[in-house]
């Protein structure tokens, strides 16, 4: 066999070459990844195209406008917050490239409120492996709750179990003869919800539809609602299908009760795709649960108004704003909790002691064992275009649903926590 | 083995070798971008042998990747449950998955492929990309837009402090594809790639030699569909995810792109053609993201596709032979030499 030695030769001499360079590649571990003397560099991977950006572009601006006024206000232990918000368009596959350049090359101090369930467990096990800290994420997947499996990740929504059986007891505790039907998404979205259901009305679901996000047509699912003379339907859908839920039901001249998800009831947002006119009369009486504070007049709902105004350009104040302002807020806490010279585990550690209060409307839940931030949500309704709570709470736990007292984290210090 | 497969397959083992000693001037985001180049390398070199050498056009071979990663994640995902504790058994148990879901499919398409010229084969693999989303969300095995997780295959114990998993994923995806690649880069210069040239050139004088076409383009499809189906399999080890999302349309042109501005046909032209469609993007976003937020976001997504756009029709004019040039050294039958100038023919023949 002629063998090409000059060819062998010179491969061996560039194997040799390049194993010198070894270093290049492997993980350094003298430094605490992104943090600096004066700043701290967070990331995030958020839907700013695709078929989600319209529901939930505005979160990361929202953040990050928080980011500027806590910057502006000292930062935390005087390191300022640099935020990367990388765009996955909602898909899973760039969510991997996203995360994998914010920790590769941007070396972010931790990966804060990535977005989505589908596009955020692609990446789950990429970041329990690297040890970044994975926290507050966007969804209500109880798959962020596992401490043992994934010790550095944390959820921020409420799970949707929970939402489902809130909801639920909150249909049934105003009329207890209601038929109750569920509209869901097909991943662990909807079936969340429809679990949290089932824990309150047992099998007396009288129709549950799925839909896929990637088809735009939920006439099948509404006319079978329909037809199964559902009075109260709860939703486990995202801001685009709950408008196209409550649209497609008005067209089939139909109008039942909607119990919406927080993440499917932002009332700003599906006024966006309803239209000023016609939204409040579709809306009317829709209830939906929440855990932030977003009663217009409270504090913090002024403070983050007010932050919108100065460092967001005035963008349309949602329940977003108030959603990407509260996740800035609780890292910020954390941030300041984790002492002067923080690092990853102290970052974790601050977190899973359980002292951090965010700024919900009931107390946060995280602890060594629980990596869920809330397991409490309260009834909001929409009534004549506003939508506010009206003061009843419920609290999960294991399948019990117990109405409770909220108890609202007061605003302390203008919203800079750490001074 | 003869003397020119053996070379053939030395040459590639040196490379193979050469590419794998890169890894390490890279940092861990360029080896996942690495890894990334790998999986499209192995789908790219399968796309342009078929494209090039049967002149069988296919905009599907997304498709085929997303095959051989579903095949992948069901197979090591099974495997890993079966036999926990072990991260090379699942793997080989994936690749294995990866070679039967591609390669039962690829020998359908083929099948009809035989019976289908030009225009009429590449609607039919465009439609099986547009189709993929549905697919996923109605059979159960797939899990939807959500996809299907793959078993992470973290680093062996004893080159945990030499290397970074992204670095171990590069050397996987490399030996992969060189896997992958390699077969074809000897099928194209042994009988096999005489016989599809032959049935290119003229199917009646093929016929007339005893080269039955409709087995030939079968077997060429098949062959290509296992490349990309392993080039799949790479994506799917890199990410530890399938979903219909990362196969999409964008992302099956961009294949054929790919293959077009390495060369068709051509093995390097398809390594450089990969390069390209991986790096390309992510420096234009890299720039985008330089310029005024506004302008910017516009631009977000789009900027790519237009540049790649750019990019097919100035090396279609320029060259059309692709970056791998045009001095081919493979003896060419002589009848397409008489009949057609040898960088227009694949496009000529996929178009009639």
């Not at chain 1, 078929?51 to 990050?64: E, K, L, Q, V």
């Not at chain 1, 709860?234 to 409550?246: D, E, H, K, P």
């Not at chain 2, 051989?68 to 994936?94: H, K």
Request: some cysteine; aromatic content about 8%; hydrophobic content about 45%.
């Amino acid at each position: 066999m002629p063998a090409p030695s000059k060819k062998t030769a010179l491969a061996a001499a560039a194997a040799l070459a390049a194993a010198g360079l070894a270093a290049c590649s492997t993980p350094d571990e003298d430094d605490v990844p992104g943090v600096t003397d004066d700043t701290v560099t967070i990331g995030t991977h958020q839907p700013l195209t695709g078929p989600a950006a319209a529901g939930y572009a505005s979160i990361s601006a929202a953040t990050d406008a928080y980011f500027q006024y806590l910057n502006d206000n000292g930062g935390v232990h005087g390191r300022e917050i640099e935020y990367l918000v990388k765009d996955d368009a909602y898909n899973p596959s760039e969510t991997q490239t996203a995360v994998r350049e914010l920790v590769g090359e941007d070396e972010v101090f931790a990966i804060v409120n990535g977005l989505g369930t589908p596009t955020h467990t692609s990446v789950l096990d990429y970041l329990d492996q690297q040890g970044v800290p994975d926290l507050f994420v966007s969804s209500g997947s109880l798959t962020w709750n596992q401490p043992e499996t994934y010790p550095n990740t944390f959820a921020f929504n409420a799970d949707y179990v929970t939402e489902g059986a809130a909801l639920a007891q909150y249909a049934v505790d105003q009329n207890p003869d209601a038929t109750v039907c569920v509209l869901g998404q097909d991943d662990d979205f909807g079936a969340g919800i429809l679990q949290g259901v089932e824990t309150v009305v047992g099998d007396e679901v009288a129709e549950a539809q799925e839909y896929s996000s990637s088809n735009e047509d939920v006439t099948a699912q509404i006319g079978a609602m329909m037809a199964a003379e559902c009075e109260v339907n709860i939703l486990g859908t995202i801001n685009g299908f709950t408008a196209l839920a409550v649209g497609t039901a008005a067209q089939m001249e139909w109008f039942p009760q909607w119990y919406v998800s927080s993440s499917g009831a932002d009332y700003p947002t599906l006024v966006e795709y309803l239209g000023e006119e016609e939204a409040p009369l579709l809306l009317q009486g829709m209830a939906s649960v929440n855990y932030l504070p977003n009663s217009p007049g409270s504090d913090w709902y002024d403070l983050f108004r007010q932050i919108n105004e100065d460092y967001n350009d005035g963008a349309d104040f949602t329940g977003n704003t108030v959603f990407g302002m509260s996740v800035g807020y609780l890292f910020a806490e954390a941030l300041a909790a984790a002492g002067e010279d923080p690092t990853r585990e102290s970052l974790v550690a601050a977190i899973e002691s359980g002292d951090l209060a965010g700024n919900g409307i009931v107390p946060l839940s995280y602890s060594e064992d629980d990596h869920a931030a809330y397991r409490s949500v309260g009834i909001a309704v929409v009534d004549e275009g506003v939508q506010d709570f009206v003061g009843t709470t419920y609290r999960v736990d294991d399948g019990t649903v117990e109405q409770i007292e909220a108890d609202p984290v007061p605003l302390e210090n203008d919203g800079v926590p750490g001074q | 083995m003869n003397a020119p497969t053996s070379r053939l397959v030395l040459r590639a083992a040196l490379l193979t070798l050469v590419a794998i000693a890169a890894t390490f001037a890279l940092d861990p985001f360029r080896n996942y971008q690495l890894a990334t180049a790998a999986g499209c390398f192995a789908a790219v070199a399968g796309l342009t042998v078929l494209v090039g050498l049967t002149g069988q056009l296919s905009l599907g071979h997304a498709v085929l990747m997303a095959a051989g990663g579903y095949g992948y994640a069901i197979a090591s995902t099974a495997a890993a449950e079966a036999l926990p504790g072990s991260d090379a058994l699942p793997f080989l148990a994936g690749l294995g998955g990866a070679v039967a879901v591609s390669g039962v499919l690829g020998l359908l398409l083929g099948l009809a492929a035989a019976r289908l010229r030009g225009p009429y084969l590449a609607g039919l693999t465009l439609a099986m990309v547009i189709a993929l989303p549905s697919a996923a969300n109605v059979i159960p095995a797939l899990a939807g837009d959500q996809g299907r997780g793959a078993p992470f295959f973290p680093v062996p114990e004893a080159l945990s402090s030499l290397i970074a998993v992204e670095q171990w994923h590069a050397w996987l995806a490399i030996a992969v594809a060189a896997v992958a690649v390699t077969p074809l880069a000897a099928m194209r210069r042994g009988r096999a790639g005489l016989r599809m040239r032959a049935v290119l050139g003229d199917e009646t004088a093929a016929r007339l030699a005893a080269v039955d076409p409709a087995k030939v383009k079968t077997g060429a499809f098949t062959v290509s569909s296992l490349a990309a189906g392993l080039g799949g399999a790479v994506l799917a080890v890199a990410t530890q995810s399938v979903s219909p999302g990362a196969y999409g349309l964008g992302f099956s042109l961009l294949l054929v792109v790919a293959a077009v501005v390495g060369g068709l046909g051509s093995i390097g032209g398809a390594a450089a053609g990969s390069a390209i469609i991986v790096v390309l993007p992510w420096l234009v976003d890299s720039a985008a993201s330089a310029l005024p937020a506004d302008l910017g976001q516009r631009l977000n997504g789009n900027l790519a596709v237009l540049l790649f756009g750019a990019v097919v029709i100035a090396v279609t004019a320029a060259r059309p032979g692709g970056i791998a040039g045009l001095p081919r050294r493979l003896p060419r039958p002589p009848f397409t030499r008489n009949t057609r100038t040898p960088e227009t023919e694949p496009n000529q023949n996929t178009e009639r």
